[in-house]
């Protein structure tokens, strides 16, 4: 089924706009990355490839808003973003069956779907940009690109089998704003004012660890 195809049938209701997480997480609250979680996400996609249109749902509803922050950190439009969260959800149910656990993380192969939709977004909007167009705000796009394929690169769940001991060599403080950026989708400013650190330093640490973390699992 082609990109920005729409779920149908009993699926359409796992994916209700009308249900989606009306904001991202914020600065402190129960959103942010916890890594003591209950939820299976494994279990939930074993259940999609099953076929049972609820685990899909559940998965949304538990996921949503962190997958919608994510997304939006990288494409920077609230359209473009709920869109591609719909077609990430679609993509999980069609895929689900692909997921190998011995590859890495079931939370790891849920949010680089997203992510790879969403740089696959990107890119196709860069390729209409001309350079009579260009625009001085395309040069913090091209960053935030940049930034977002490192992250793409040290987040694929084929190589999420070494993700954890990659992130556990990184400083706790540097880890938890790489988590925060890319799992919880909050921008830098949040969360500066959420750890209490400068914006400078976080913006460094961000930069700084994914390089090192792409280092780590070359």
Same mark, same amino acid.
């Given at each position: 089924?082609?990109?920005?195809?729409?779920?149908?049938?009993?699926?359409?209701?796992?994916?209700?706009?009308?249900?989606?997480?009306?904001?991202?997480?914020?600065?402190?609250?129960?959103?942010?990355?916890?890594?003591?979680?209950?939820?299976?996400?494994?279990?939930?996609?074993?259940?999609?490839?099953?076929?049972?249109?609820?685990?899909?749902?559940? /998965?949304?509803?538990? #996921?949503?808003? +962190?997958?919608?922050? %994510?997304?939006?950190?990288? *494409?920077?439009?609230?359209?473009? @973003? $709920?869109?591609?969260?719909?077609?990430?959800?679609?993509?999980?149910?069609?895929?689900?069956?692909?997921?190998?656990?011995?590859?890495?993380?079931?939370?790891?192969?849920?949010?680089?779907?997203?992510?790879?939709?969403?740089?696959?977004?990107?890119?196709?909007?860069?390729?209409?940009?001309?350079?009579?167009?260009?625009?001085?705000?395309?040069?913090?796009?091209?960053?935030?690109?940049?930034?977002?394929?490192?992250?793409?690169?040290?987040?694929?769940?084929?190589?999420?089998?070494?993700?954890?001991?990659? /992130?556990?060599?990184? #400083?706790?403080? +540097?880890?938890?704003? %790489?988590?925060?950026?890319? *799992?919880?989708?909050?921008?830098? @400013? $949040?969360?500066?004012?959420?750890?209490?650190?400068?914006?400078?330093?976080?913006?460094?640490?961000?930069?700084?660890?994914?390089?090192?973390?792409?280092?780590?699992?070359?």
């Amino acid at each position: 089924m082609p990109q920005g195809a729409r779920l149908s049938g009993p699926l359409r209701l796992c994916c209700l706009w009308k249900r989606r997480p009306a904001s991202v997480p914020s600065p402190g609250s129960q959103g942010l990355t916890d890594v003591s979680s209950e939820f299976d996400h494994a279990d939930a996609l074993l259940r999609c490839a099953r076929g049972e249109h609820d685990a899909l749902h559940q /998965l949304y509803v538990y #996921e949503g808003a +962190r997958l919608l922050g %994510v997304v939006l950190r990288i *494409v920077k439009d609230r359209g473009m @973003a $709920e869109d591609i969260v719909h077609d990430a959800c679609l993509n999980i149910w069609q895929r689900a069956s692909s997921f190998d656990p011995d590859k890495g993380s079931a939370r790891t192969w849920i949010f680089s779907v997203a992510r790879h939709l969403a740089l696959n977004a990107i890119r196709y909007r860069n390729r209409e940009v001309t350079f009579d167009s260009h625009d001085p705000e395309d040069d913090d796009q091209d960053e935030r690109f940049q930034h977002a394929s490192v992250a793409e690169d040290a987040f694929d769940w084929q190589t999420g089998q070494r993700i954890d001991e990659c /992130l556990r060599q990184l #400083e706790t403080e +540097r880890r938890n704003c %790489v988590l925060h950026a890319y *799992v919880d989708g909050l921008s830098h @400013a $949040e969360i500066a004012a959420h750890t209490g650190t400068p914006l400078g330093t976080v913006k460094a640490w961000i930069k700084r660890s994914l390089l090192r973390l792409r280092e780590c699992m070359a």
